[in-house]
């Protein structure tokens, strides 16, 4: 195909803004071997000027809207059974902690982490995949991460002891987890906004269906058979998803399919000059990976829509959660029911969300009307009206649930009850998944990411103190406590409709997450072009415009010039320094028994230890990686480790239970760089064809750790005092510290142009 030929749609320009993207032709190389352009870049989305000849683009029927109806509902049929899949494989836990507790020789406190730690690896998951689909693609993502899924649920169904169940279930939920951000981005990919409501309703039933099915199968399975035989179950089901995966979802998003395309033109013609847009990314790719890691970030920051909406989400999915530890409560306490007798009492939460499916047809014809009344293009926050009828029948079915859970009260009535329940939910879920991907559409996975974080960390909270609150306030109290945060929330859909419709566009033009993170190199500054009236969305740490002024590195300054054993140095450093946070994280597994013998607390406290400080590690990166940008990365390693060694002295001769648990949180926020900064470290000193290797090595150390902190705490625990662990660490973290500071240099190379500059300036 000649460059002309693929290049139909650059004269009549789509409906679809993501195709092009207009790029200076005047590239070249300064001293450093950095690229820099003459003229800005523009992004996607943006006024087209004049187009390179080479610059690739789709034809009309390689644009994956442009696909058969049947073959777009096949691929949303099977993306949405993976996300059923995943959720499923959450839920199924819920009847087999008798199992575990007998088999494993461990307490139903433990237990009951089995699904907690599944849902905590759901949330964090698609901070990473969310946006690195972006980069390498929906289907890559898809394939490596359910195979990974599928790999890793045979320790869970087979495991030797607790310690391996557990550390497998965090795994394997962070490995399922694209399907809870990315697959609503491939839904945005196939169908216009007009026709998205129908598909987008199906996906949103899975991921929701799940959670119903899951006690329903897990009931009836532990009743009858050995609770080993639900994660062996699940074993089948991934491993046919697999297959389906790999014959049946192509690769939907445009920017990529462009990268594939120029790929080919170039093999088959011998040109090198054919580009697509992504071939033309500024900065290196762990620059552009970090840049799109903190996008679901920003839109939870400073955008105030995605931020409600996300605690919103956050809050429904918790209550959902938290049904796995009241159920039991209502039906065996107090109806005399058995496991698999209350696993069919989740019937009611499916059949909700089946009616509430069966409904979708009228909203289809209600967004009709919507699009008709504003000349075919709605505002997204037509979509939410969906959301605000979801959030009055949750409310309504929870005080009905509340107020039916006497013994008196026949069983069927609180079931009946759950059905408005499941099927507000999905009205909740269905509205907001349409309003993100169409009120962000260029960042629809980043901003399905933090939406996902959000509600996943409250969702594997709620669980852990479901059986207290229902102990404290009874099945009435507590159940009513639930309806009643869900009724202060019911306004929370109205929002956009009373203040700012326009808040999305808005919020990103101000913060610059409008265009896709992937292809920019940063948040938008003023520079001296934009001042002379050149727009341009580069940040001023990396110009537009070379004068003789311009500092740039030398060849031999060029962190990519370390000699190769250094390289490796530096990162067998940082990553042990990675494995020493996260082994802080998953040390405290069995110091909780001496922490609530020697500090006067109770188990139930004892256990924040290991919460406390994984949510200083999820909460520190988004202080630490935008500072190690403007100040390097070896000041933020130094400063954060100095202090996360500092601060673990309270935990190691700790006063009362309350300090020992606030400098928990302090020191895993503390110790978070390497779970963020370290991966910008690696890209800073290898080519994106040496990149593999090292980024390998370190990717390991955060998920070693978690391993070999149970494993060396019990042998402390089992010998010596159980502070000994915190002073083990003490003395770890000194010796990283040393290395640090003497074996790992900057970097990140605008920080190195700039402490050059202020030298000239000195001399």
């Known amino acids: 195909m000649s460059a002309r030929s693929s290049n139909t749609l650059a004269e009549n320009k789509p409906q679809n803004q993501w195709h092009h993207a207009d790029v200076p032709q005047d590239v070249g190389r300064d001293s450093s071997n950095r690229r820099v352009a003459d003229a800005p870049i523009q992004a996607f989305g943006r006024d087209d000027t004049k187009r390179d000849q080479y610059q690739v683009t789709l034809d009309a029927s390689e644009d994956p809207k442009a696909m058969s109806t049947c073959r777009k509902w096949v691929i949303v049929l099977v993306i949405s059974s993976a996300a059923l899949c995943a959720t499923f494989a959450s839920s199924i836990a819920a009847f087999t ?183 033309r990314r500024e900065g290196s790719l762990g620059h552009a990976i ?96 969906m959301g605000q009828v979801g959030g009055v029948m949750v409310s309504v079915s929870l005080f009905w649930l509340a107020f039916t859970t006497y013994k008196a009260v026949p069983w069927i009535v609180p079931i009946i009850a759950s059905v408005p329940f499941g099927w507000g939910v999905y009205y909740i879920y269905t509205s907001t998944f349409t309003y993100l991907i169409v009120a962000y559409r260029p960042v629809a ?107 740039t590195l030398d060849p031999n300054e060029d962190p990519q010039n370390i000699s190769t054993f250094r390289k490796w140095v530096i990162v067998l450093i940082i990553a042990s320094a990675a494995l020493c946070t996260s082994f802080a994280s998953s040390a405290a597994a069995f110091t909780e028994e001496g922490v609530a013998k020697d500090l006067h607390t109770v188990h139930e406290v004892s256990i924040l230890s290991i919460s406390l400080s994984i949510e200083g590690l999820g909460l520190g990166p988004l202080i630490v990686a935008p500072l190690s940008e403007i100040y390097g990365r070896n000041v933020v390693y130094r400063v954060s480790y100095f202090l996360f060694w500092v601060l673990t002295w309270p935990t190691a001769f700790p006063p009362d239970i309350a300090t020992f648990l606030v400098f928990r949180f302090i020191t895993g926020f503390c110790g978070s760089a390497f779970l963020s900064v370290a991966g910008g470290s690696i890209s800073d000193l290898f080519t994106n064809s040496t990149v593999a290797l090292p980024m390998a090595v370190y990717a390991m150390s955060p998920f070693l750790g978690p391993v070999l902190g149970p494993l060396i705490s019990g042998f402390i625990c089992q010998n010596v005092d159980w502070r000994w662990v915190y002073r083990v660490l003490l003395i770890w973290q000194f010796v990283m510290l040393v290395l640090l500071v003497f074996l790992v240099p900057e970097t990140y190379a605008p920080v190195l142009e700039r402490r050059k500059a202020e030298r000239r300036v000195l001399w």
Not at 132 to 154: C, D, H, M, P, Q
Not at 161 to 180: E, K, P, Q, Y
Not at 203 to 225: K, V
Not at 233 to 239: D, E, S, Y
């Open 97 to 279: 902690e008798e199992g575990l507790v007998e088999d494993l020789h461990t307490v139903h406190e433990v237990a009951i982490l089995s699904v907690s730690l599944f849902v905590l690896g759901l949330g964090l998951g698609p901070l990473l995949v969310g946006p690195l689909s972006e980069v390498y693609g929906r289907n890559s993502i898809y394939r490596a991460s359910y195979f990974f899924f599928w790999v890793f649920t045979w320790p869970v169904a087979f495991p030797p002891d607790i310690a391996t169940f557990l550390v497998f279930r965090f795994i394997s939920g962070f490995c399922s987890s694209a399907f809870l951000s990315v697959a609503g981005g491939s839904v945005s990919d196939l169908f216009t906004n007009d026709q998205v409501g129908s598909p987008m309703g199906v996906y949103t039933m899975s991921p929701f269906l799940g959670p119903a099915l899951g006690p329903l199968i897990a009931g009836f399975i532990c009743q009858n058979t050995d609770w080993r035989w639900t994660f062996r179950l699940l074993l089948i089901m991934q491993f046919v998803l697999i297959i389906m995966l790999l014959l049946f979802v192509p690769e939907t998003y445009i920017p990529v399919v462009l990268k594939r395309k120029a790929a080919a033109l170039r093999r088959s013609t011998g040109n090198d000059r054919y580009w697509a847009p992504l071939d």
């Open 290 to 385: 970090l840049l799109s890691c903190y996008t679901p970030f920003q839109l939870i920051i400073f955008d105030r829509m995605a931020l409600l909406l996300d605690m919103w989400n956050a809050l429904v999915l918790g209550i959902l959660y938290l049904t796995f530890q009241a159920y039991p409560i209502i039906y065996e306490d107090v109806h005399g029911f058995n496991m698999q007798d209350t696993g069919m009492a989740f019937l009611g939460l499916g059949i909700g969300i089946l009616a509430a499916l069966a409904t979708q047809p009228l909203w289809n014809r209600f967004n009709r009307k919507q699009a008709e009344k504003f000349t075919g293009t709605p505002p997204p926050e037509s979509c939410l009206i």
């Open 445 to 551: 996975a980043s901003a399905m990411a933090g939406n996902t974080a959000m509600r996943c960390s409250f969702a594997a909270a709620f669980p852990l103190f479901a059986g207290q609150m229902y102990d404290t306030l009874g099945t009435v109290g507590a159940t009513a406590l639930l309806a009643g945060l869900m009724t202060l929330m019911m306004p929370l859909p109205t929002t956009p409709r009373t203040s700012i419709e326009t808040l999305p566009a808005a919020n990103a033009e101000k913060h610059g997450y409008g265009e896709s993170p992937v292809l920019l190199p940063g948040p938008k500054s003023q520079s001296k072009d934009e001042e002379a009236g050149n727009p341009s969305p580069f940040p001023t740490i990396i110009p537009t415009r070379l004068d003789e002024y311009q500092v």
